[in-house]
């Protein structure tokens, strides 16, 4: 499959009237290339082609985009794992407003992640170096921490789809959680209390899209769960 | 904080534990008279209006009615809120699951105890 097939979703607001597919034909020669590498090809073919990417390596989390119908970032998706047919189909992440091409605007996203308050509050005495953690609660941190908000989890998630402005979405969830589990962290009832509602928290009908797309592993559904159960315990 | 004033419990959590335990209950009923109806393969009018007439039998499908009610509430709610987005038009939707819940469950109780 040298000469790969690619239809890549186009929109200008500023010329366009409605969304359209472009087809490229990209040389591979035979390689195995990450799917940002025939984005790179393909905006040599065509320069007004938009996408966002920085690290190239699936650390900043930029370029979150759908190919082939699947979430994932860009950099690290080989496309032997995508491409079917010797074709590949690039769409921006669904449920977004679309800016331009594949780059949507992000706001919903970010706004659920502030409302979940994603740093450390602890309303005891500072003390003189640090807030010390045994090595045990460190651990509980793991799986959590890691997250590079890119959005390809919150994006394949219906109940983000029909109702983004009231739940949280997997990722900021995950950031919940990874706060609510922190040893070190104090408004555990005030961040709950903030979850409780139908919408915020309990619109998850664990399907788990979130846990096949993301990029880095995580498990969004287990610490939805894991929610799911201090408020349990703390309501009954 | 998301605030509702149509949903069953007014909090997810309370909703979400009354799917929960209302599953079980309609979940061990349904085994319950598929079972029942399995050890008598030839049923008549007597012995199914005899079971009926048992006041734990009435105490146990009023339960079922109940769980039912409460199940179908907190489930087309759900469904409402995710995919009519125009406020007359989903709210119209819940005030007739509503009505038709409550109607079905008097209905229900009637055809319990009216017998």
Not at chain 1, 29 to 50: E, F, H, P
Not at chain 1, 77 to 90: G, R
């Amino acid at each position: 499959m040298s000469n790969l097939q690619v239809s890549v979703y186009r929109y200008n607001p500023e010329t366009d009237s409605a969304p359209y597919m472009q087809e490229f034909q990209i040389d591979t020669q035979g390689r195995d290339l990450m799917v940002l590498n025939v984005l790179t090809m393909i905006k040599d073919q065509d320069s007004s082609l938009a996408f966002r990417r920085s690290c190239r390596e699936g650390v900043c989390g930029s370029d979150g985009m759908n190919m082939n119908g699947t979430n994932g970032l860009a950099c690290i998706t080989p496309i032997s794992d995508v491409v079917k047919d010797n074709k590949l189909v690039l769409r921006p992440l669904p449920g977004l407003p679309v800016m331009r091409d594949l780059v949507v605007d992000m706001n919903l996203f970010y706004k659920q992640y502030e409302r979940m308050q994603p740093y450390l509050q602890n309303d005891t005495a500072e003390p003189a170096i640090e807030r010390l953690q045994s090595p045990e609660d460190r651990d509980k941190l793991d799986g959590l921490y890691e997250c590079i908000l890119c959005a390809c989890c919150s994006t394949s998630c219906p109940s983000f789809w029909w109702n983004p402005d009231k739940f949280v979405g997997p990722a900021g969830l995950l950031q919940a959680y990874r706060f609510l589990a922190d040893s070190r962290d104090t408004a555990t009832s005030s961040r709950l209390a903030e979850l409780e509602d139908p919408f915020s928290l309990f619109r998850c009908r664990g399907i788990m899209n979130c846990v096949s797309v993301c990029p880095k592993g995580l498990n969004p559904t287990r610490a939805i769960g894991k929610i799911r159960e201090m408020l349990l315990s703390n309501a009954t | 904080m998301v605030t509702n004033i149509t949903n069953l419990g007014r909090s997810g959590l309370s909703d979400w534990l009354i799917q929960r335990v209302s599953a079980l209950v309609l979940a061990v009923y349904a085994l319950f008279v598929v079972g029942y109806l399995l050890f008598h393969p030839n049923l008549d009018y007597a012995t199914w209006s005899g079971l009926f007439a048992q006041t734990w039998m009435r105490i146990f499908s009023l339960l079922a009615f109940i769980s039912m009610a409460a199940h179908a509430w907190v489930g087309l709610w759900t469904i409402s809120t995710d995919y009519l987005k125009h406020t007359g038009a989903r709210f119209g939707f819940q005030a007739v699951v509503i009505l038709a819940i409550f109607v079905f469950l008097v209905w229900g109780v009637q055809v319990l105890w009216g017998a």
